[in-house]
């Protein structure tokens, strides 16, 4: 539990951050980046890809009910809210702060921490990792659809994203994911060996990524144009999606009366926003100066959900055998 609250990957956000805050790349290094990062994330998803189990998803798919519920609470029921919640906090967050929680609430679920923490709880793991897997899959095609309708088309008043821009994701993030999990069984094996080699490779493509656009934002004004109250006011209103999603989360796995294990997984699957996706997508999704305030609720909402996930998990873990029952499929 000490190790999840810890996160280590967070202090390196916040360690990339502040670099990109006092050394922002622009000019000549800031076009090299560009291209290092366009190839960085191609290489994300292609892993993505590539470790994506087929047995998982068949083991899985048969529990219908559960996955459909899960997929409601993360591209119906969390996009809503947080589009509900945008416009009541635009006078305390900026407009573009308010942008990037509508897209949080518009990405796939996590896939290891959703896992993990389904398993910490003795929930159903097997569900958790074709859930997941396929929540990461659809949030590619879906995530653009509902960006276009609720941030371009809703708090821009645009017209949704533009034919080019889902050329880009189909090219950056869709055909690696496509031709990774096509190559797994060539290189399925080479990758679970070298599991953790390859989790350095995702963190690293993120952390370039987070660098690039942070350092695009200072340069336009970010710190300048943003407040320390600015800032408490978006680590609030994180807390309060959170609270409400699991609180969704909750009612409906008793209304569809799931098992204990199928409602600690519909809990941890569905209330979790991955950020190994939202990022580099955000990179793809919207203008270079903006993209760095745009994934700083998502940042934020990250560690918390993180920190109340692991304190909740540990607490189902804690409950006596007798009181699971039998999975449902």
Not at 52 to 58: C, D, T
Not at 117 to 125: D, E, K, P
Not at 164 to 174: A, E, F, P, R, S
Not at 208 to 217: K, P, Q
Request: proline share 4%; with cysteine; charged share 10%.
């Amino acid at each position: 539990m000490k190790k999840i609250l810890l996160d280590p990957f967070l202090i390196k956000l916040i360690l990339v951050v502040t670099l990109a805050s006092i050394l922002p790349a622009y000019g000549q290094p800031a076009e090299w980046l560009k291209w290092i990062t366009i190839f960085a994330i191609a290489l994300l998803f292609f892993l993505h890809g590539a470790r994506l189990s087929r047995e998982a998803i068949v083991a899985g798919m048969s529990h219908w009910r559960l996955h459909l519920t899960i997929f409601s609470v993360t591209f119906v029921a969390f996009p809503v809210l947080a589009l509900i919640l945008a416009p009541l906090t635009e006078r305390y967050l900026s407009h573009e702060f308010a942008m990037g929680l509508v897209y949080l609430g518009c990405l796939p679920a996590t896939v290891q921490s959703a896992i993990a923490f389904t398993s910490m709880a003795r929930g159903n793991v097997p569900a958790a990792i074709c859930s997941a897997s396929a929540s990461n899959l659809l949030g590619v095609f879906l995530t653009p659809v509902l960006v276009g309708f609720l941030v371009f088309g809703g708090l821009q008043g645009g017209h949704g994203v533009s034919l080019d821009t889902i050329g880009k994701i189909m090219l950056q993030l869709l055909f690696p994911f496509v031709l990774g999990h096509l190559l797994r069984p060539k290189i399925g094996a080479w990758v679970t060996r070298n599991n953790r080699l390859l989790k350095e490779v995702d963190q690293g493509s993120i952390l370039l990524v987070v660098y690039t656009a942070f350092s695009d934002a200072v340069i336009n004004g970010l710190w300048h144009n943003t407040s320390f109250a600015m800032l408490t006011a978006l680590v609030v209103v994180c807390c309060i999606l959170l609270a409400l999603v699991m609180g969704v989360a909750l009612l409906l796995g008793r209304i569809m009366k799931f098992s204990v294990e199928d409602r600690i997984t519909l809990f941890f699957a569905g209330s979790k926003k991955s950020l190994a996706t939202g990022i580099p997508m955000a990179n793809i999704l919207f203008a270079g100066s903006a993209v760095g305030a745009i994934v700083l609720p998502l940042m934020i909402f990250h560690q918390i959900q993180l920190m109340v996930c692991a304190i909740i998990a540990s607490h189902y873990s804690h409950r006596p055998h007798d009181a699971t029952s039998p999975t449902k499929n």
